[in-house]
């Protein structure tokens, strides 16, 4: 009778220990941030994974959603699809209630079709593939950022207008997104009655692109865009320095990153891009940039971005009154928010109708618009 009364001591405390677990996971809801955490677009998913823990820092200091405190979890895709799916079957294994994510569109484009299929909230910060939307995978798919015919369109009429006489070579890197914005430069150079001099594959990856950079300078290349990455952008443009090319280099939003300068440094000196305007200069991002530059982080690129994916859910989920997919993606849908990166709406593909991008300028370090010469 000992023994029994004290296994079922020992049962109760099991139980009781168990109870207490389970109440704290209740008081908790799981969301993820997923990006390239490793690999070469490292830089992007570390601008992510700085945007997700603070905005789940402020949300929780200010009393969670609905009650309970947010648990960030944090996926690594490397920008990879394969991985990427496998991050997004994991995500859903773990029940989170939104994924912000992911950055390259290559990823995001096929684990949105895991999201779709088990009903989660995708919110891209940085995704900015036409595809994502246009071929949407379920209703519950959405992006903060710009698309590439927008930013291409930008880039094209740019690249018109101020280098009209100038040779233009288009290159890009076969991924979704940077064969994508390279297309849509194409498309937006042609209708505006300049055609390109020359166009060309790289593979991604590669750190000896002298070959490439000999053609360019056998055709005279004066302006080259780039569609791809940092990466390659900057070891480009440096072994086009080595040979004497003056030619300058304009890419897309994936040259926001200050490791750019770090792989050209003064080789970099006039890299011209496309960004939506810098969020970090909206007045209301203000205090918000303040507690990331305490916190030694420059929200450049798609930090804030990431923090509005965030927010966005959060008032979301707030106007619902719950936290289930269904409820959420109905608010999302029918009401406005107010982030770090502005006021905005999702349309019925789930675009956000943020401002139109600008074209920047690289120059000693850092990068600022060019405002009198941003096309609408």
Known sequence: MKRMAGLVAALAQVVLIAGCGGGEESNTTPIAVVGPVTGQYASFGQQMKNGAELAVEDINAAGGVLGKKLD????????????????????????????????????????SKVYAESD?????????????????????????????????????????????????AIIHDKTAYGKGIADEVKNA????????????????????????????????????????YHTEAGLIVRQMRDQGMATVLMGGDALITQEYWSITGP????????????????????????????????PEGYVLYTYAAIQAWKQAAEKAKSTASADVVKALNDNEFDTVVGKFKFNEKGDPNLPPY???????????????????
């Open 72 to 111: 960030l979890d944090v996926g690594d895709d490397a920008c990879d699809p394969k991985q990427a799916v496998a991050v997004a079957n994991q995500m859903t294994a773990n029940g989170v209630a939104l994924v912000a994510g992911h950055y390259c569109s290559g990823s995001s484009i096929p684990a």
């Open 358 to 376: 600008a074209v920047y300028r690289w120059s000693k370090g850092t990068y600022e618009e060019i405002n009198e010469q941003a096309l609408q």
């Open 189 to 228: 150079l042609n209708a505006a009655g300049k055609q390109e001099a020359m166009t060309e594959a790289i593979t991604a990856g590669e750190k000896d692109y002298s070959a490439l950079v000999s053609k360019l300078k056998q055709a005279n290349i004066d302006v080259l865009f780039l569609g791809g």
């Open 267 to 298: 080789a970099g000196e006039g890299t011209l891009m496309t960004f939506s305007p810098d969020p970090r200069k909206n007045p209301a991002a203000a205090e918000v940039v303040k507690r990331f530059k305490d916190k030694g982080v420059e």
């Open 120 to 168: 989660m909230v995708q919110i891209s910060p940085a995704s900015t593939n036409p595809a994502f939307t246009d071929d949407r995978a379920g209703p519950n798919i959405y992006r903060v950022c710009g698309r590439d015919d927008q930013q291409g369109g930008i880039a094209g009429k740019y690249l018109a207008s101020h280098f009209s006489d100038r040779n233009i």
